[in-house]
Nanobody, 128 residues
Framework: HVQLVESGGGSVQAGGSLRLSCEAS????????MAWFRQAPGKEREGVAT???????SYADSVKGRFTISRDNSRKTVYLRMNNLKPEDTAMYYC???????????????????????WGQGTQVTVS
């Protein structure tokens, strides 16, 4: 079954950077759309970025130009490089995987809303 393990979160000052990692197992990773979501206290989980099996990406408007999603199929790992972090980026960050097309935030929202997404334990990012 799908297993996802996120890491790399922490506490940083505004303007700082972090790189999150998500190691995947239990499925044919290279074929899957991978995505990062985040959830702040009292708010709904929101899509941040997606990457398809060919490396095509999409981003939420709030993170465009600051965040970069990438994947290493040999390591079955997806990354989220976050630069110029802002206090509003504070949230628990989760990765998820789906066999969907197109691999976009809107498509992943549908998967999440249907209760069909698998999640890891998340990694906390705090920006002050």
């Amino acid at each position: 079954h799908v297993q996802l393990v996120e890491s790399g979160g922490g506490s940083v000052q505004a303007g700082g950077s972090l790189r999150l990692s998500c190691e995947a197992s239990g499925f044919t990773y290279k074929n899957y759309c991978m995505a990062w979501f985040r959830q702040a206290p009292g708010k709904e989980r929101e899509g941040v970025a997606t990457i398809n099996s060919f490396g095509g990406t999409s981003y939420a408007d709030s993170v465009k130009g600051r965040f970069t999603i990438s994947r290493d199929n040999s390591r079955k790992t997806v990354y989220l490089r976050m630069n110029n972090l802002k206090p509003e980026d504070t949230a628990m960050y989760y990765c998820t995987a789906a066999l969907v097309h197109p691999c976009t935030i809107n498509t992943l929202r549908t998967v999440v809303a249907a209760g069909n997404a698998a999640w890891g334990q998340g990694t906390q990012v705090t920006v002050s």
